[in-house]
């Protein structure tokens, strides 16, 4: 198994470009979720799917769009990048919704917005 | 609301020498408590994590935690440091509601001395 994977590792966009955060899990995992990570912040969840088709917000959503097509994938969008958004983003998945207790973490994106 | 404090952003231990960094949740039930480590450049990894029972856990890599709800604290243990401990250390505790997210406290970075 490879886990949780996620792409790319390293992104700079300029003010007002959109991307595609990927996310993938091959241990057919319902719950997966998005974190970032900011300094003396620790990490604030952005969305999370408990499973195919089903999403909701978390902590901070604003700014970020995702979706859960299939199990596996969970990719998270950014529509329009702005400066605050810079920040190393985590996608993370469980078995199940019950059991996020143990989540395992992908090695993340560290994102910089100009 | 949840919420989970690490009171201290830096601690430098010497090598072999013990360890202990804090962690002071706030919650109204029972709560479900972790400890992540994140390795410099690395996504988290689970250290332990306490449900029930009994209030000592035992983890990976040599740690332990001690869960005292008088105290609202949840600190995590080890007896001798090596070199490769260093990393920041995440305490959080599982908001137990849809989501199931898991609120992280703003970590606790470990240095070791040689």
């Known amino acids: 198994n490879a886990g949780v994977t996620q792409t790319p590792k390293f992104q700079v966009l300029k003010t007002g470009q959109s991307m595609t955060l990927q996310c993938a899990q091959d241990?057919?995992?319902?719950?997966m979720s998005w974190y970032r990570q900011d300094p003396g912040m620790g990490l604030r969840l952005i969305h999370y799917?408990?499973?195919?088709?089903?999403?909701d917000q978390g902590e901070v959503p604003n700014g970020y769009n995702v979706s859960r097509s299939t199990t596996e994938d969970f990719p998270l969008r950014l529509l329009s990048a702005a400066p605050s958004q810079t920040s190393v983003y985590f996608c993370?998945?469980?078995?199940?919704?019950?059991?996020?207790?143990?989540?395992?973490f992908g090695p993340g994106t560290r994102l910089t917005v100009l | 609301a949840q919420s989970v404090t690490q009171p201290d952003i830096h601690i430098t231990v010497s090598e072999g020498a013990s360890l202990e960094l804090r962690c002071n949740y706030s919650?109204?039930?029972?709560?479900?408590l972790f400890w992540y480590v994140q390795s410099p450049g690395q996504g988290l990894q689970l250290l332990l994590k306490?449900?029930?029972?009994?209030?000592l856990v035992q983890g990976i890599k040599g740690f332990e935690a001690e869960f005292k709800r008088s105290q609202s604290s949840f600190n995590l243990r080890k007896p001798s440091v090596h070199w490769s401990d260093a990393a920041e250390y995440f305490c959080?505790?599982?908001?137990?509601?849809?989501?199931?997210?898991?609120?992280f406290g703003s970590g606790t970075r470990l240095l070791v001395r040689p």
């Open positions: 993370a998945s469980s078995y199940k919704r019950e059991s996020a207790d143990t989540q395992y």
């Open positions: 241990m057919n995992h319902e719950y």
């Open positions: 799917s408990v499973g195919a088709g089903i999403t």
């Open positions: 919650y109204g039930a029972t709560p479900y």
């Open positions: 306490y449900f029930s029972g009994d209030t």
């Open positions: 959080a505790v599982v908001r137990m509601d849809s989501s199931y997210k898991l609120i």
